[in-house]
């Protein structure tokens, strides 16, 4: 077996294993394989392990390497978003989780229009309220969820989280907590076309607690892929 199968079993595992913890269902997490800066033969053999989703955190690399890639995988886009970008993911990522600002929904919207489809949203929560970090606050999410749900050609499935750094996963749970307590408030609000099935968080580091805490997508990296070298835009 390849290390990058043999990473994924392991993380499949540890994922079961989170599940059966806090007593949930493991057909309700799915695992993203974020594969930025990755070659294109890494998912390939990532899929050939039973491995379909894919997550893609820069434009331009996605733009370039997507097309290299044989299988018919699911992208995911989970990075920050420039609107004047969005034409370039247009019928290619099934969901973007980075969604954090109305004017970007708004170009999304837009897009996906021109292609007569839906896309498939999560809005980011800056849960630890991080100056420099993208992310509705929590106390703003609200009216962002109100105003995103009027756009046509868009359909909000839950909410995403990029939380504070912390040594010690446990250190992060409240965070993710917190998620899963602002996903069951804007699920009372009862919005028509909105759902709140979907909680994005958890990553190499940290997924197995997020899991605990509710999370329905994870997105890890480097414990399939290995380190990451070069960063690009
Ligand atoms: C890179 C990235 C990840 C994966 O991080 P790892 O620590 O390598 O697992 C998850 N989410 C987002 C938004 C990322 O940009």
Not at 38 to 67: N, T, W
Not at 96 to 109: F, K, Q, T, W, Y
Not at 124 to 140: H, L, R, Y
Not at 149 to 176: H, K, S, T, W
Request: charged share 25%; hydrophobic share 40%.
């Amino acid at each position: 077996m390849s290390d990058i199968a043999a990473n994924i079993a392991k993380i499949r595992e540890r994922i079961a294993a989170a599940c059966q913890r806090s007593d949930r269902n493991p057909d309700a997490v799915h695992l993203i394989a974020v594969s930025k800066v990755k070659p294109a033969a890494d998912i390939d053999a990532a899929f050939a392990s039973g491995q379909h989703l894919f997550g893609e955190s820069y434009v331009q690399e996605f733009r370039d390497k997507s097309p290299q890639v044989q299988s018919p995988v699911e992208w995911h886009y989970i990075g920050g978003l420039q609107s004047n970008k969005v034409k370039y993911l247009r019928g290619k990522v099934a969901m973007i989780h980075s969604v954090d600002r109305l004017s970007l929904a708004e170009e999304i919207s837009r897009q996906w229009q021109k292609i007569e489809a839906d896309c498939k949203v999560l809005l980011q929560v800056n849960i630890g309220e991080e100056g420099q970090k993208s992310g509705a606050d929590s106390e703003d999410l609200e009216q962002l969820v109100r105003d995103v749900a009027a756009l046509p050609n868009l359909q909000i499935c839950g909410l995403m989280c990029l939380p504070p750094y912390c040594a010690d996963a446990e250190e992060v749970r409240p965070y993710f907590r917190q998620m899963r307590e602002l996903a069951e408030q804007i699920e009372q609000l009862e919005l028509p076309g909105v759902s709140m099935n979907e909680l994005s968080m958890g990553m190499s580091g940290d997924f197995e607690v997020a899991v605990e805490e509710g999370a329905t997508l994870v997105r890890v990296g480097t414990a399939i892929f290995g380190e990451r070298i070069r960063k690009n835009g």
